[in-house]
């Protein structure tokens, strides 16, 4: 029984190496992949280094955002952390569609002033 259940551990170890080997080389497929071959693992906007421990903080940016143009030189990639990341889609978003301080409303954006009758109150204080 030993043999046996010995050789189910090791066709099971076996699956397990294959299914990694094949992730892996799915992975270095993957635009992620390339670019994380191709650039160091710095990001392009606040030049903060990444290790292999935190690495899932480093994001892949199409520089064109266009998430299907992905040629083989990583002409259209840059590594950026999250942060910069999406500070880089905000400003884009903002860019094309406007942002809320530039919006068409002639709506006030507060009424309120709580230093109204500073003046006057300081005058009373006398």
């Known amino acids: 029984?030993?043999?046996?259940?010995?050789?189910?551990?090791?066709?099971?170890?076996n699956k397990?190496?294959?299914d990694a080997r094949k992730t892996q080389a799915e992975f270095?497929?993957?635009?992620?992949?390339?670019?994380?071959?191709?650039y160091?693992?710095?990001c392009g906007?606040?030049?903060r280094e990444f290790t292999?421990?935190?690495l899932a903080e480093l994001?892949?940016?199409?520089?064109?955002?266009?998430?299907?143009?992905?040629?083989?030189?990583?002409?259209?990639?840059?590594?950026?952390?999250?942060?910069?990341?999406?500070?880089e889609h905000q400003r884009y978003e903002e860019a094309q569609y406007g942002s809320a301080k530039n919006s068409s409303s002639n709506a006030p954006l507060g009424s309120h002033n709580p230093f109204?009758?500073?003046?006057?109150m300081l005058e009373n204080k006398k």
């Not at 029984?1 to 170890?13: F, G, S």
């Not at 993957?30 to 191709?38: E, I, P, V």
């Not at 892949?60 to 500070?87: F, I, K, M, Q, T």
């Not at 109204?116 to 006057?120: E, W």
Request: charged share 20%.
């Open 1 to 13: 029984m030993t043999i046996k259940k010995v050789a189910l551990n090791q066709d099971k170890l």
């Open 16 to 18: 397990i190496v294959s």
């Open 52 to 54: 292999h421990t935190n």
């Open 45 to 47: 906007r606040c030049t």
């Open 28 to 38: 270095e497929q993957s635009y992620r992949g390339q670019a994380l071959k191709m």
């Open 59 to 87: 994001t892949v940016h199409h520089r064109n955002h266009n998430h299907d143009d992905n040629p083989a030189d990583g002409s259209n990639w840059e590594l950026l952390c999250l942060y910069c990341h999406d500070n």
């Open 116 to 120: 109204a009758n500073l003046k006057s």
């Open 40 to 42: 160091p693992w710095i």
